[in-house]
């Protein structure tokens, strides 16, 4: 079954404590990336990634990273999480050739982290 | 830059009743469009397409026409469902740009 899996889908941390939120997909998509919805912003990219070791800032990339060193994995790193990082967080992954292809994506079931 | 601007929700219609959902967007080159659906506690999912003018997507009884001169993309079904209740995301992508998102509508409907 073609799919994005995203872990953990729940996570609670504190200010400052290292966390990663892992996304593979099993499509072999070059295209893959991470957005935020927030309530009342719709969803806004953080990061995305055209090819491995290929990867670019998003919208609103400040505090996060991100690395592609194989084609199916794309994590999300958050150094030293702060309060204003609580969001649901969606990994979406897609052909990536052309417009059309580009805006077909295949989105994770989420991961909804809350820093406190 | 590029935007997409969308009703704001929700919109609490009864079941059988007909929707309209509407989203206009702004691009300065040729973007596809595009619906997509969350449904509760998931993902969001494509729902439909239009990669040019006049082009109509349609998928699951609900339909949305690329108008270039009125620069909008409307969502419609005409019988609505419960189980239709959902977030819907109206986005565009354009060549060399990421995928832009409207900020969602909730639509809920009642038995």
């Known amino acids: 079954e073609a799919q994005v899996t995203q872990n953990p889908r729940y996570l609670i941390t504190v200010t400052g404590k290292k966390l990663t939120v892992t996304c593979s997909q099993n499509?072999?998509?070059?295209?893959m990336s991470w957005y935020r919805q927030d309530p009342g912003l719709g969803l806004r990219q953080i990061y995305y990634?055209?090819?491995?070791?290929?990867?670019d800032k998003g919208d609103v990339p400040e505090g996060y990273k991100v690395s592609r060193k194989e084609k199916r994995n794309f994590p999300l790193i958050l150094e030293s999480p702060s309060p204003n990082q609580t969001s649901l967080y969606f990994c979406a992954s897609s052909l990536g050739q052309g417009a059309r292809k580009a805006g077909e994506l295949f989105f994770g079931e989420g991961s909804r982290l809350t820093v406190l | 830059g590029n935007s997409v601007t969308q009703m704001e929700g929700p919109v609490t219609l009864s079941e059988e009743a007909f929707l309209t959902i509407n989203c206009t967007y702004t691009a300065t080159g040729y973007p596809s469009l595009f619906w997509y659906v969350q449904y509760p506690g998931e993902g969001l999912q494509l729902l439909l397409k239009?990669?040019?003018?006049?082009d109509k997507g349609s998928n699951k009884g609900f339909e949305a026409t690329y108008r270039k001169e009125t620069t909008s993309f409307h969502l419609e079904k005409g019988s609505v469902q419960v189980s239709d209740s959902a977030v819907y995301f109206c986005?565009?992508?354009?060549?060399?740009?990421?995928?832009?998102f409207g900020s969602g509508t909730r639509l809920q409907v009642q038995p």
């Open positions: 499509m072999n998509h070059e295209y």
């Open positions: 986005a565009l992508s354009d060549i060399g740009r990421a995928l832009t």
């Open positions: 990634s055209m090819n491995v070791e290929v990867t």
């Open positions: 239009a990669t040019k003018a006049d």
